[in-house]
């Protein structure tokens, strides 16, 4: 099994991380006093430092278009520390400079992102023999940072989270030397002390490095392949929605084990979606679905 990395946002986050969001400050959750009022649990100290780690098995193509589809090992982890958020999600990661304040509700977001891109990395993997005879893109280490807004306490109650945020990226391995554009929301509620779900969509707008390199099919590649030759553009790329999960096994949500999942919708668009690697190989449609368990200390 190997880590297929299309880089779904905070899936942003892939894989476990999906169900992993539930931080303290989206995990905090009320329960009636005496008087049949509404406060925050009293086990559950929102403002300590916490950390979540997970394994489990994603459902995924076997390269970014593909029709055909493989398990993969899914490694998460995510957390908070000093106030500072982090996000280990697959072969994603990235850190929160600004310390989390919460008496408005409001977060401001802003950091660094790095990205492991192992898309065709490697031909070993790929069912199709026309995209194995493309030949391999190579390993992209895309380096760039993100900003945005949370606010806590929108719809469901004082405790659920809504955020928003732009991140940008940059191979600097020479892989692909392409950049890439991502605007995401996300959206998270606890239901009890126990269970949390949330929705997140995303899109990605990708440069003509990252498009000739992944969805361009080159003469020669062509006459090795017999897909035909083609030349695409920058723009945007895809669009991803999702749903994702998590049920406290032991404890609740801020400690002890929990069962996280997720479950991705994508398509790919224009000069990518047209690509012979997507069109004629492999499919414009993409799906995601993972399952795992985390433990959170």
């Not at 606890?190 to 490095?209: M, Y």
């Not at 919708?265 to 399952?291: E, H, I, K, M």
């Given at each position: 099994?190997?880590?297929?990395?299309?880089?779904?946002?905070?899936?942003?986050?892939?894989?476990?991380?999906?169900?992993?969001?539930?931080?303290?400050?989206?995990?905090?959750?009320?329960?009636?006093?005496?008087?049949?009022?509404?406060?925050?649990?009293?086990?559950l100290?929102?403002?300590?430092?916490?950390?979540?780690?997970?394994?489990?098995?994603?459902?995924?193509?076997?390269?970014?278009?593909?029709?055909?589809?493989?398990?993969?090992?899914?490694?998460?982890?995510?957390?908070t520390?000093?106030?500072?958020?982090?996000?280990?999600?697959?072969?994603?990661?990235?850190?929160?400079?600004?310390?989390?304040?919460?008496?408005?509700?409001?977060?401001?977001?802003?950091?660094?992102?790095?990205?492991?891109?192992?898309?065709?990395?490697?031909?070993?993997?790929?069912?199709?023999?026309?995209?194995?005879?493309?030949?391999k893109?190579?390993?992209?280490?895309?380096?760039?940072?993100?900003?945005?807004?949370?606010?806590?306490?929108?719809?469901?109650?004082?405790?659920?989270?809504?955020?928003?945020?732009?991140?940008?990226?940059?191979?600097?391995?020479?892989?692909?030397?392409?950049?890439?554009?991502?605007?995401?929301?996300?959206y998270?509620?606890?239901?009890?002390?126990?269970?949390?779900?949330?929705?997140?969509?995303?899109?990605?707008?990708?440069?003509?490095?990252?498009a000739?390199?992944?969805?361009?099919?080159?003469?020669?590649?062509?006459?090795?392949?017999?897909?035909?030759?083609?030349?695409?553009?920058?723009?945007?790329?895809?669009?991803?929605?999702?749903?994702?999960?998590?049920?406290?096994?032991?404890?609740?949500?801020?400690?002890?084990?929990?069962?996280?999942?997720?479950?991705t919708?994508?398509?790919?668009?224009?000069?990518?979606?047209?690509?012979?690697?997507?069109?004629?190989?492999?499919?414009?449609?993409?799906?995601?679905?993972?399952?795992g368990?985390?433990?959170?200390?």
């Open positions: 099994m190997e880590l297929y990395p299309v880089c779904r946002t905070f899936l942003a986050p892939l894989a476990v991380s999906l169900a992993l969001i539930a931080t303290p400050a989206a995990a905090q959750v009320a329960t009636p006093d005496a008087g049949g009022t509404q406060k925050p649990a009293a086990d100290d929102v403002n300590r430092d916490s950390i979540t780690i997970g394994l489990g098995a994603a459902y995924l193509p076997d390269y970014e278009g593909s029709n055909d589809y493989s398990f993969s090992p899914a490694p998460g982890a995510i957390g520390v000093k106030g500072h958020d982090f996000v280990l999600a697959g072969n994603r990661v990235s850190f929160d400079l600004i310390p989390n304040r919460t008496d408005n509700g409001i977060e401001l977001q802003a950091g660094p992102i790095a990205v492991l891109n192992l898309n065709r990395a490697t031909t070993k993997g790929i069912d199709d023999p026309r995209i194995r005879a493309l030949g893109v190579g390993t992209a280490v895309e380096l760039g940072g993100y900003v945005g807004v949370g606010k806590t306490g929108i719809v469901t109650s004082p405790y659920d989270r809504l955020s928003v945020s732009l991140s940008y990226r940059h191979d600097v391995a020479g892989a692909s030397d392409g950049g890439i554009w991502q605007p995401s929301i996300n998270f509620t606890p239901l009890s002390l126990k269970a949390a779900v949330g929705l997140f969509a995303t899109a990605e707008h990708a440069d003509g490095n990252y000739r390199s992944y969805f361009g099919i080159t003469p020669a590649q062509s006459v090795a392949s017999g897909l035909a030759a083609y030349n695409p553009r920058g723009g945007w790329k895809d669009w991803n929605v999702g749903a994702l999960g998590t049920y406290a096994l032991t404890g609740n949500l801020l400690h002890g084990f929990k069962l996280v999942g997720g479950v919708y994508g398509r790919l668009l224009n000069d990518f979606g047209d690509s012979p690697v997507v069109s004629v190989a492999g499919s414009r449609t993409q799906w995601l679905g993972a399952l368990v985390a433990y959170t200390f």
